[in-house]
């Protein structure tokens, strides 16, 4: 049974907020003081999100918008680039900003 895509996408941002939180290098000394230290592959697999299909290929099979509301929220400043191979572009690194730490903080 299915439940409301408001609650699957609301249980999607919270995965991946823990998710984001338990890869964050933290360094107030740094310039980028809060950055995703792990690979977004890494990632998508940590908050179950990750299909491997029989011929190898990998996708994320994430609502589409759901990770890109942290950045929509500013809570994610995400550098993205062009990749090559597929051509869209995709999230090459990530930092928490303030905002999504403070949120983290009250939960």
Same mark, same amino acid.
């Given at each position: #049974?299915? $439940?409301?895509? +408001?609650?699957?996408?609301?249980? *999607?941002?919270?995965?991946?907020? !823990?998710?984001? *939180?338990?890869?964050?290098? &933290?360094?107030?000394?740094?310039? &980028?003081?809060?950055? $995703? #230290?792990?690979?977004?592959?890494?990632?998508? /697999?940590? +908050?179950? #999100?990750?299909?491997? &299909?029989?011929?190898?290929?990998?996708?994320?099979?994430?609502?589409?918008?759901?990770?890109? /509301?942290?950045?929509?929220?500013?809570? *994610?400043? *995400?550098?993205?680039?062009?990749?090559?191979?597929?051509?869209?572009?995709?999230?090459? +690194? !990530?930092? !928490?900003?303030?905002?999504?730490?403070? &949120?983290?903080?009250?939960?």
């Amino acid at each position: #049974m299915r $439940i409301h895509a +408001r609650s699957e996408n609301r249980q *999607v941002l919270d995965v991946l907020s !823990l998710t984001l *939180v338990a890869n964050c290098d &933290y360094n107030p000394d740094s310039d &980028y003081p809060s950055e $995703i #230290m792990a690979p977004l592959k890494h990632i998508d /697999v940590a +908050r179950g #999100m990750l299909q491997v &299909y029989e011929n190898g290929r990998k996708a994320c099979n994430s609502p589409p918008e759901a990770s890109s /509301v942290h950045e929509q929220l500013r809570y *994610v400043i *995400v550098l993205h680039e062009k990749d090559n191979d597929s051509g869209p572009n995709k999230p090459l +690194r !990530l930092w !928490l900003s303030e905002k999504f730490l403070r &949120y983290a903080a009250s939960l």
